[in-house]
């Protein structure tokens, strides 16, 4: 599984990197607990200050952990609540430069201070999230947000869903 990894210059690079990597990783493994890992690890290792990178996924309603690199993390999140729930009641990103002005935010690490969350739609409807934070301020932007839709995009596509 080992893969040189590039000289990453700039952010542009690394939502490149990441992306390509990704689609290598789940091109031939159909699992979506095994593809969700895969891609947690894979955007954790390339991008720079990331400090925690995982899957909420939808189940009986509510959010549940799924795969995830970092600290052990909040198990359940109702939809509608904190930054990840929000995604999900309005089926769109949450891009939040400072988590503190974040009405509801959860804090499942007090060091956290940005946060990235992006819907994965399977028909229309959100199935789960991918979830990024950082201990910076304003670490995501546009950039990570394109790349991170498109891996959610390649994850709805390539993964059996049924088997959760
Ligand atoms: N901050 C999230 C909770 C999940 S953790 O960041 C891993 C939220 O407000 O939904």
Not at 11 to 26: D, G, T
Not at 70 to 98: D, E, F
Not at 115 to 124: A, G, K, R, W
Request: glycine share 8%; net charge negative.
């Amino acid at each position: 599984m080992e893969v040189k990894m590039p000289n990453i210059q700039t952010r542009e690079e690394a939502c490149q990197w990441a992306v390509m990597r990704v689609r290598a990783l789940i091109a031939e493994e159909t699992d979506c607990v095994t593809n969700m890992a895969n891609t947690a690890a894979a955007i954790f290792e390339i991008w720079k200050d990331v400090s925690w990178a995982g899957f909420y996924r939808m189940k009986n309603g509510e959010l549940v952990l799924g795969p995830f690199c970092g600290k052990p993390a909040c198990r359940r999140i109702k939809v509608g609540s904190g930054v990840c729930g929000t995604a999900v009641s309005q089926k769109k990103t949450q891009l939040v430069p400072n988590v503190h002005e974040f009405p509801g935010h959860i804090a499942c690490d007090g060091g956290s201070n940005s946060e990235i969350v992006v819907p994965i739609f399977l028909n229309d409807e959100v199935i789960g999230v991918i979830d990024l934070d950082s201990y910076e301020f304003d670490r995501y932007s546009e950039l990570e947000q394109n790349a991170l839709e498109k891996i959610a995009q390649m994850l709805s596509k390539g993964c059996d869903w049924s088997n959760w």
